[in-house]
C-alpha cells in the first residue's frame, strides 16, 4: 500500500473514531443528566400497565438489585433514544463526503425520514399499543389471579416493542432506498405485495405478545407503510434516473 493510501485510510479511520466518541460523549451526557431521575422516570414509564392493574396492584423487583439497576437501564436507553438524531448525524458527516451531490440531495430526505419515522413508531407503540395490550391481557385475567409484574421482565418487554414498532416503522424508508438503489422498482414491489402481506403478519405473531389485538396494530400500519414506501419510491426514481 503506497503512502498517500496509507494517510488516506488513517485519516478515515481517526474521523470515524472521533464521529464515534462525539456520539459517545452525547449518550453519556443525557445519561448522567438522566440518572438522578431514574426513579421518577421509571414510575412513568411503567404507567400504561399500572393504569390496568386491579386497584392497589403494583409491580414487584425479584432481583434484590433490580429496583436499583432496573431505573438505571432505561435511564441508558431513553438517553441512546433521545440521542438518536445526533448519532445518525454523526454517521451521516462521516459517510457524506463520498457521496455524489444528488445522492446528498436524496440521502438528507431519507435520513431525516427514517429518525421521524422511528419516533413516531416509538409513540405509536407507547400511547396505542401497549394501554391496549395490558387492557385486553388484564381483561382475561382471572380474578383469583394477582397480577404483580416483575419490574425486570415489564422492562425488557416494553422495551422490545417500542424497539419493533420504530424499527417496523422504517419499511418506507427500507423500501424508497431499494428502489433509489434499482434493486426493484416500483411495479416489482406491487407484485410483490401479497407476499409482503403475509410476511408482515408472520413478522407480527412473532415479535408481538401472543394477542391478536397487538399484532393486527403492528400489521396492518406495516402494509399500509410498505404502500407508502412504493409511492414514494415511485415519486424519486424518475427525479434519480434524470439526474
Excluded at 438505571?72 to 462521516?94: D, E, G, R, T
Excluded at 463526503?97 to 446528498?104: F, R, S, T
Aim: with cysteine; glycine share 6%; proline share 7%.
Amino acid at each position: 500500500m503506497s503512502a498517500p493510501a496509507e494517510e488516506s485510510l488513517m485519516g478515515h479511520l481517526l474521523e470515524l473514531r472521533a464521529r464515534l466518541m462525539r456520539g459517545v460523549a452525547a449518550v453519556l451526557v443525557v445519561f448522567l443528566a438522566l440518572v438522578p431521575f431514574a426513579k421518577e422516570l421509571y414510575n412513568l414509564f411503567a404507567q400504561p400497565l399500572v393504569a390496568k392493574l386491579p386497584t392497589g396492584g403494583t409491580l414487584q423487583a425479584i432481583d434484590v438489585a433490580g429496583g436499583f439497576f432496573i431505573p438505571i437501564k432505561l435511564a441508558f436507553f431513553v438517553a441512546l433514544l433521545a440521542s438518536m438524531p445526533w448519532l445518525l448525524y454523526q454517521a451521516w458527516a462521516f459517510v457524506a463526503p463520498g457521496l455524489y451531490q444528488n445522492e446528498k440531495r436524496l440521502a438528507r430526505p431519507i435520513l431525516l425520514a427514517a429518525v421521524l419515522l422511528f419516533y413516531i413508531g416509538c409513540a405509536f407503540a407507547w400511547f396505542l399499543v401497549l394501554p391496549t395490550v395490558f387492557g385486553f391481557l388484564a381483561m382475561f385475567t382471572p380474578d383469583t389471579v394477582a397480577m404483580a409484574p416483575d419490574v425486570s421482565r415489564y422492562l425488557d418487554f416494553v422495551l422490545v416493542i417500542l424497539l419493533a414498532f420504530g424499527l417496523s416503522f422504517e419499511l418506507p424508508v427500507a423500501v424508497v432506498v431499494l428502489v433509489v438503489l434499482g434493486v426493484v422498482t416500483p411495479a416489482q414491489l406491487r407484485e410483490a405485495r401479497g407476499y409482503v402481506i403475509v410476511g408482515v403478519f408472520i413478522l407480527a405473531a412473532i415479535i408481538t405478545p401472543p394477542d391478536v389485538v397487538s399484532q393486527l396494530m403492528l400489521a396492518i400500519p406495516m402494509c399500509l407503510l410498505y404502500e407508502l414506501g412504493i409511492l414514494a419510491g415511485a415519486m424519486l426514481r424518475p427525479a434519480r434516473a434524470a439526474s
